[in-house]
């Protein structure tokens, strides 16, 4: 049976009425023959973002893309990268002309084996609602690793603060100051400077340590209490 649309090209081309599509749905649904509109089957429900006490590294990460330009070449690039909430240590990253969901799945999973390893346990993964992020092939693979996506409200930014705070310091730290001529010089500026971030940029809120060390200070103590952080 055709659908009211196609009903009314029926009547258009048969009987030449002026017949638009709002008014063949209207009548449609006055006589009673509008079909029911088929209820799209979503694989991976999305699970909403929640407020957790972290308390150590590998149990919240974030992650988001932003871009960056490069203008000898008068192109855009993407850069994906995830971040533990914890140590503020980038755990992955990705960057390249395209950003598809394999792309960011890659890079998840390459930090999940160097950071945490085979077995887990995982952390959560909370990201915004971008096509990478809600692809079934991200779907698949969180689920794969019984890890719990996370993902946040239509423009709720600051539910993912940790991330958004790390890309807003690499554009005025980096992407704002240079002028990249070739793809290759922006990919080894950022190599350098994420270098720089993870192993020798100090944070006051890490104790004025750099990510990677206060990660590895903060595992040697035994009570972890007073660096929790409400997320």
């Known amino acids: 049976m055709y659908g009211y649309k196609l009903l009314a090209q029926c009547l258009r081309n048969e009987c030449d009425l002026i017949l638009n599509k709002k008014k063949a749905h209207r009548l449609c649904q006055e006589i009673g023959i509008l079909q029911e509109q088929r209820k ?34 008068e192109r855009f690039f993407f850069v994906a990268t995830i971040i533990d909430v914890f140590d503020r240590v980038a755990v992955g990253q990705y960057r390249g002309h395209v950003c598809e969901a394999k792309h960011v799945v890659q890079t998840l999973v390459t930090a999940l084996r160097q950071r ?64 990249f001529m070739t793809f290759e010089e922006a990919y080894a500026a950022l190599d350098t400077y994420m270098d720089f971030y993870n192993n020798r940029r100090m944070h006051g ?27």
């Not at 909403?48 to 590294?57: K, Q």
């Not at 946040?152 to 554009?171: D, G, K």
Request: charged content about 25%.
């Open 40 to 73: 799209r089957k979503v694989k991976h429900p999305r699970r909403l973002a929640r407020n957790h006490l972290i308390t150590g590294p590998n149990q919240l990460w974030q992650a988001d893309i932003k871009y960056g330009y490069v203008a000898g070449r």
């Open 116 to 179: 945490v390893g085979e077995t887990g346990p995982f952390p959560i993964v909370r990201t915004d609602n971008g096509p990478q992020f809600v692809s079934t092939l991200f779907g698949d693979t969180c689920e794969a690793f019984d890890i719990t996506h996370e993902r946040i409200p239509p423009r709720t930014p600051n539910m993912n603060a940790y991330i958004e705070s790390f890309h807003s310091v690499l554009e005025d730290n980096l992407f704002s100051k240079a002028v």
């Open 205 to 231: 809120s890490l104790k004025r340590m750099p990510p990677e060390e206060f990660s590895k200070w903060v595992m040697q103590l035994e009570d972890r209490t007073p660096f929790y952080r409400a997320v």
